[in-house]
T-cell receptor, first 114, second 112 residues
């Protein structure tokens, strides 16, 4: 059973509008969450992260929100740009558990239309 | 340039023919890991290594072996590949105790 789920395999958004990518998790021990972005023919690259002691982290156009009670996190991209078109993976980890083990969701393909 | 490299990038092979996918990083990272990416399943961890000569199984280790004889290299070995190992493989490295990982460009493997 997947502990991290991204229920929307794809999302299409108009340039300039907000993109919201969602992620749910089941393991209450997860206490650190990350978003990775992946372009075709490249490896994933780190985008933004959030610790479970926070409910929001912002970096430029990217904001991650964490709702611990709902075991849900989301990535907001405002404004969306065509260059944001990629597959986005959320990932989660447990501190003090082998240091770096990440559990990934299945990914959401974002398409930003000009 | 700080990077993780993988070779080969593409490989088509036949069932049972042993193969090795190499991974090398130049960032002096202690932690290295192998993942496979399959549609709808995201990235699943195969094996990881916390330092030289220290390796452990991830979520899907069956059919794979690894070794960590040097800090910079972490090869993935398929002793007897099978068609269900057809996948996109990523190597990653990171600083021990942090969660940000740096990924290689991927190796697309097809086992016929």
């Amino acid at each position: 059973d997947q502990q991290v789920k991204q229920n929307s395999p794809s999302l299409s958004v108009q340039e300039g509008r907000i993109s919201i990518l969602n992620c749910d998790y089941t393991n209450s021990m997860f206490d650190y969450f990350l978003w990775y972005k992946k372009y075709p023919a490249e490896g994933p690259t780190f985008l933004i992260s959030i610790s479970s002691i926070k409910d929001k982290n912002e970096d430029g156009r990217f904001t991650v929100f964490l709702n611990k009670s709902a075991k849900h996190l989301s990535l907001h991209i405002v404004p969306s740009q065509p260059g944001d078109s990629a597959v986005y993976f959320c990932a989660a980890s447990v501190s003090n558990n082998a240091g770096n083990m990440l559990t990934f969701g299945g990914g959401t393909r974002l398409m930003v239309k000009p | 340039e700080a990077q993780v490299t993988q070779n080969p990038r593409y490989l088509i092979t036949v069932t049972g023919k042993k193969l090795t996918v190499t991974c090398s990083q130049n960032m002096n990272h202690e932690y290295m890991s192998w993942y496979r990416q399959d549609p709808g399943l995201g990235l699943r961890q195969i094996y990881y290594s916390m330092n030289v000569e220290v390796t452990d199984k991830g979520d899907v280790p069956e059919g794979y072996k690894v070794s960590r004889k040097e800090k910079r290299n972490f090869p993935l070995i398929l002793e007897s590949p099978s068609p269900n190992q057809t996948s996109l493989y990523f190597c990653a490295s990171g600083v021990w105790g942090t969660d940000t990982q740096y990924f290689g460009p991927g190796t697309r493997l097809t086992v016929l």
